[in-house]
């Protein structure tokens, strides 16, 4: 008798972005110093060297901010703005190199200093990739979450090292043209609703026709 194979649910990585700029720093200095030498990240993107520059940037501009200096809490912002960019960028390193293992997702998104979200068991997400009309064509379709909502989507060729961004779109489906038939490629898509960016959905892959 076989035994049933279990059934693996995907872990997510995410933020809890402060929003003060002194625990955004102590925040974003955290996952520095987890993802620091951990075998998991031998080379983050962004690097942890520019992550590190636009904390200590964003220091020099909260320390200007308290002390009134003319303009100082305009560049404040910027640089708030842009130590964020590169967390959400890391972020999106973070979930790549879990998805490469589901089984170890979990431990990999937690040693990197950031917060863990699973899907419920329960969850249901209905998210395919078919054949399109044409040779190259993939049609996309994803689950509605809202009445407003938009939806992002991704592709790889590479089995999720890299992904490839596709317009963004006000409807939960969409079509990917100019694909390499024969190739493998892995999809995935989240929504975006007034009240951020969702989880971005299972993979699906297919053969490209």
């Known amino acids: 008798m076989s035994t049933p194979s279990k059934t693996m649910h995907p872990s997510f990585a995410s933020l809890k972005l402060p929003n003060k700029v002194p625990a955004l720093i102590t925040y974003a200095q955290g996952i520095v110093k987890s993802m620091t030498g951990n075998v998991a990240f031998p080379s983050p993107t962004p690097t942890l060297a520019a992550v590190t520059e636009a904390i200590n940037e964003l220091q020099t501009a909260e320390a200007a901010a308290l002390a009134r200096t003319k303009g100082a809490v305009a ?3 910027e640089k708030r ?5 590169l967390l959400r960028q890391l972020r999106g390193h973070i979930q790549s190199v879990a998805d490469a ?9 937690q040693s990197a200093g950031v917060a863990l979200r699973k899907v419920a068991v329960h969850a249901k997400r209905t998210f395919a990739a078919k054949f399109g009309p044409t040779s190259g064509s993939v049609h996309l379709t994803a689950e509605t979450v809202a009445r407003r909502a938009s939806y992002e989507w991704q592709y790889s060729a590479d089995g999720g090292k890299t992904w490839v961004s596709a317009p963004v779109t006000l409807q939960a489906k ?17 929504a975006v609703t007034k009240d951020g960016e969702g989880d971005w959905s299972q993979p699906a892959s297919i053969i490209v026709k």
């Open 174 to 190: 969409t079509m990917v043209l100019g694909l390499t038939p024969g190739a493998t490629v892995v999809f995935r898509s989240r």
């Open 101 to 109: 293992d589901p089984e170890t997702s979990a431990s990999v998104i």
């Open 81 to 85: 703005t842009a130590l964020i960019t």
């Open 75 to 77: 560049v404040r912002n």
